[in-house]
């Protein structure tokens, strides 16, 4: 059993997953996420949450840069690493890196995380 985050794609344990200091989700907590947990080893209502996750983005102006099938794909990664009987999923999305200055058109991103 094991603690797994995908960060923008790269699936590492969870201590050793890393996002930058500069992420607008660090620094302005510009972000949003959903929770969700597996049953039977599946996760419960994917679609409603992924669904939920891009409206509550859209309301700060975050575009999700991928598709409901890439997220599900990405996921799927993670609880393969993780390997544990039943999970607890969390999708991040944060605006992305920036330089700490409100120059939002600077930032690049969004980041994306998934965390099992």
């Given amino acids: 059993m094991g603690f797994f985050a995908s960060v923008n794609g790269t699936v590492l344990p969870a201590d050793q997953a890393r996002v930058s200091v500069l992420d607008n989700g660090f620094t302005f907590g510009d972000s949003v996420y959903e929770t969700l947990r597996t049953y039977g080893g599946r996760p419960f209502h994917l679609d409603k949450h992924l669904a939920r ?49 409100y120059h939002f058109e600077r930032v690049q991103g969004p980041t994306v995380v998934i965390v099992v």
Avoid: K, M, W
């Fill in 53 to 101: 996750l891009r409206r509550s983005s859209g309301r700060l102006g975050i575009q999700v840069p991928l598709s409901d099938e890439e997220l599900g794909r990405r996921l799927r990664e993670v609880l393969a690493a993780a390997a544990n009987p039943e999970s607890y999923i969390r999708f991040i999305v944060t605006r992305g890196v920036g330089d700490i200055s």
